[in-house]
């Protein structure tokens, strides 16, 4: 698992057909693999997540097998065997596993008491609640010090979501984990790509799972760079481009054979699903994302991917 530094001229590395501007606007103006007009994308990604949102985290478990909530979550161990699920028939699967290495998102993060954190496409709060935690740990430390005065300022968790059935999702968790009346968390109904925060207010900025749904990337970053401080650190988790050519086909094979045939019987769904495996391969390839970082302000930008580039994360500060 290699971590890349992404420098101005990396575009030479990349091929013309993944660096020409047709592979963004294809992006922009596409839901899946199908090309609609950029005012329907909007309604037809919304109307996806509205259907998933009942079974979100299910369906996540049974996509990943369980490795989203480690890639957002913190690993003390530096290598473990990845299960991936590959449906054989209705009553089988088959398990593959190969070995990587993870990176907890929120600790890239460092959070820190006192902090304003902006977590968009967030609804179901699965990454607020783990920089709270993380907050609220830290806090709990720094209690024991009695010269410690640094605890005045309250952290504020902003959690922004287009769809309010997926925010619907995350108060409900909030209240089954005690935090329904935690003044930290703020939820918020909004568009990732006409944020309503005030420039230079945030510490950070989380969007995970979420960026490839989009219709403009480029505004998507541009408002993440203008809500945060300068010093303020972009993180971008997002299912991505496989760079192993074996292990390559059998995610080809998982995502488009598997993960359709698993939201029928799972959430009753094939066609949501469907889309969400189309969207992850109109995804700009890490290299090529990591310049469109770059090229909305960000500097010290990389890029780490996990399990032979399934999964990435991109970061960049604001200086």
């Known amino acids: 698992m290699a971590l890349r530094l992404v420098t101005k001229n990396l575009s030479s590395r990349i091929s013309p057909k993944l660096c020409s501007a047709s592979l963004l606007h294809s992006h922009a103006t596409s839901f899946g693999f199908k090309e609609v007009r950029e005012e329907e994308k909007s309604q037809m990604v919304g109307k996806v997540f509205s259907n998933v949102a009942s079974n979100y985290d299910l369906m996540n478990d049974f996509m990943s097998g369980g490795l989203h909530r480690l890639w957002k979550d913190r690993l003390d161990f530096v290598c473990i065997f990845v299960r991936i699920i590959s449906f054989l028939s209705s009553r089988c699967f088959l398990y593959f596993t190969c070995s990587a290495q993870f990176i907890r998102l929120v600790s890239k993060l460092s959070p820190f008491p006192g902090m304003k954190h902006l977590d968009v496409a967030g609804g179901t709060g699965d990454v607020a609640f783990r920089i709270l935690e993380s907050v609220s740990s830290i806090k709990r430390r720094a209690l024991q010090d009695p010269l410690n005065d ?128 189309e969207s992850i391969r109109r995804f700009p390839p890490q290299e090529k994302f990591a310049s469109m970082i770059a090229d909305a302000g960000f500097q010290k930008v990389e890029y780490e991917n996990l399990v032979g580039g399934v999964v990435a994360i991109h970061s960049g500060l604001k200086i």
């Open 150 to 277: 640094d605890l005045q300022e309250e952290t504020r968790i902003y959690v922004c979501d287009i769809n309010p059935n997926m925010l619907d999702v995350g108060k409900n968790r909030a209240l089954e984990k005690g935090l329904g009346e935690d003044k930290s968390l703020v939820w918020v109904q909004g568009d990732a790509e006409a944020l309503s925060f005030e420039d230079n207010s945030m510490d950070g900025y989380t969007i995970a799972f979420g960026i490839r749904n989009v219709t403009h990337i480029e505004k998507v970053l541009s408002e993440a760079y203008r809500v945060l401080k300068r010093g303020g650190r972009f993180l971008c988790l997002e299912l991505s481009h496989v760079d192993i050519p074996v292990f390559k086909e059998l995610y080809d094979f998982y995502s488009f054979s598997v993960i359709p045939r698993l939201g029928e019987i799972v959430a009753g769904d094939r066609e949501s699903y469907q889309y969400l495996v």
